[in-house]
């Protein structure tokens, strides 16, 4: 009997190496398979993503208004190349306080808390949608708030921020204005991939393999 089980037992062992290695072998072969260097060329705008052998990934892109360098790791998943920021950062860190103010005040800084252009995309605790466009610094709603987002002047937005406090009335938001991918699926067909903006929207274009 316990000449069975230890054989039982070296093959059960020989079968779960035998399919981490061909697990392995996939996964490298989809890296060696998919690595390279993926483009998009318009008259005003640029984008690429170069995705490394070792797992790495340079994202770029240029326009007339900004430029933008993101580096991170990369893997696949199905038919998706999924995108991680290295090191990550956090999109957005909210520090409640209460005051003796009558309204909720937001004021909206980037990560060296200088103030920032801005829109606020405000839900009440009446389900209602405020959206205040044009802000700079700080916002103020009479209504008794119950989350909210950020989108700068770039488009990049944070996700939403549930409020913590039951009597907190004042926020002050430290917002990260470079792009942060945070597993971010980009859908991967051939020799193409089909990038999202940072609003996490698909794009109706996509960067060919070079």
Request: proline content about 2%; hydrophobic content about 30%.
């Amino acid at each position: 009997m316990k000449k069975g089980r230890s054989r039982n037992k070296y093959f059960n062992w020989l079968i779960l190496i035998v399919l981490i290695c061909l697990s392995t072998n996939c996964y490298s072969q989809n890296i060696k398979q998919n690595s390279g260097t993926y483009v998009y060329k318009s008259s005003f705008y640029y984008e690429s993503l170069e995705l490394k052998n070792d797992g790495e990934f340079i994202y770029k892109s240029e326009s007339e208004l900004a430029q933008e360098v993101v580096m991170g790791n990369w893997q696949t998943r199905g038919d998706e190349i999924v995108l991680d920021s290295r090191p990550q950062k956090d999109k957005i860190l909210v520090f409640e306080n209460r005051s003796k103010s009558k309204e909720e005040k937001i004021f909206v800084f980037d990560k060296k808390e200088n103030p920032i252009n801005y829109t606020l995309v405000a839900i009440t605790y009446k389900n209602d949608t405020i959206t205040l466009k044009n802000q700079f610094r700080c916002s103020a709603i009479k209504e008794r708030l119950n989350s909210f987002r950020i989108i700068d002047s770039g488009g990049i937005t944070s996700p939403l921020y549930k409020i913590m406090g039951t009597r907190t009335n004042e926020f002050k938001v430290l917002f990260e204005t470079s792009r942060v991918f945070e597993n971010e699926e980009w859908d991967l067909k051939g020799l193409q991939i089909t990038p999202k903006n940072s609003f996490g929207k698909i794009q109706n274009y996509y960067l060919q393999k070079q």
